[in-house]
T-cell receptor
Framework: SQQGEEDPQALSIQEGENATMNCSYKTSINNLQWYRQNSGRGLVHLILIRSNEREKHSGRLRVTLDTSKKSSSLLITASRAADTASYFCATAMEYGNKLVFGAGTILRVKS | DAGITQSPRHKVTETGTPVTLRCHQTENHRYMYWYRQDPGHGLRLIHYSYGVKDTDKGEVSDGYSVSRSKTEDFLLTLESATSSQTSVYFC?????????????FGSGTQLSVL
């Protein structure tokens, strides 16, 4: 069964707008990671946030983590057409050595 | 794609035949993983390796076997392919345990079992 579940499943916005994707998970984690996948390509790591962190930034990306609600959000500010991709959250369990991926959010940025 | 090569990139095979997918890395990373990606399921871990000749099962390992005889190569074998194994297969590597480190992914292998 999936540990992380993204919401929404699909998102369509205009260029310049912000995009927010959410991830919920079920069990305690060591860290949570976000990945991007362009069509026909492998996944690319975006950002890793550890369980003792609440917020992290990387360029136009902002990730928050709320361990009490077992949820995370990924915010992409000032989106561009090139941000069109699928975005996945992946949770690293507190015990064990595997990453578990959610089903992803498909983001479409219209120019 | 971070020095990871998957081969073949595309394969069509028939039910009941054995199939081997290869993952080759030039990063000298200790950990290697095989995932499959299916619509609505995200990526699911098939098998992983934490060193030469050291492998373990993931959540969807039935019908698959793996081997790692060299640091740089991780092979995934479908012993007798079935239509349910039609999928996109991704290899990934990490320097240390995935729970502490990000993964680097290959470009994937599209496998169709007819």
């Amino acid at each position: 069964s999936q540990q992380g579940e993204e919401d929404p499943q699909a998102l369509s916005i205009q260029e310049g707008e912000n995009a927010t994707m959410n991830c919920s998970y079920k069990t305690s984690i060591n860290n949570l990671q976000w990945y991007r996948q362009n069509s026909g390509r492998g996944l690319v790591h975006l950002i890793l946030i550890r369980s003792n962190e609440r917020e992290k930034h990387s360029g136009r990306l902002r990730v928050t983590l709320d361990t009490s609600k077992k949820s995370s959000s990924l915010l992409i500010t000032a989106s561009r057409a090139a941000d069109t991709a699928s975005y996945f959250c992946a949770t690293a369990m507190e015990y064990g050595n595997k990453l578990v991926f959610g089903a992803g959010t498909i983001l479409r940025v219209k120019s | 794609d971070a020095g990871i090569t998957q081969s073949p990139r595309h394969k069509v095979t028939e039910t009941g035949t054995p199939v081997t997918l290869r993952c080759h890395q030039t990063e000298n990373h200790r950990y290697m993983y095989w995932y499959r990606q299916d619509p609505g399921h995200g990526l699911r871990l098939i098998h992983y390796s934490y060193g030469v000749k050291d492998t373990d099962k993931g959540e969807v390992s039935d019908g698959y076997s793996v081997s790692r005889s060299k640091t740089e190569d991780f092979l995934l074998t479908l012993e007798s392919a079935t239509s349910s194994q039609t999928s996109v297969y991704f290899c990934a590597i990490s320097e240390s345990q995935a729970t502490n480190e990000k993964l680097f992914f290959g470009s994937g292998t599209q496998l169709s079992v007819l």
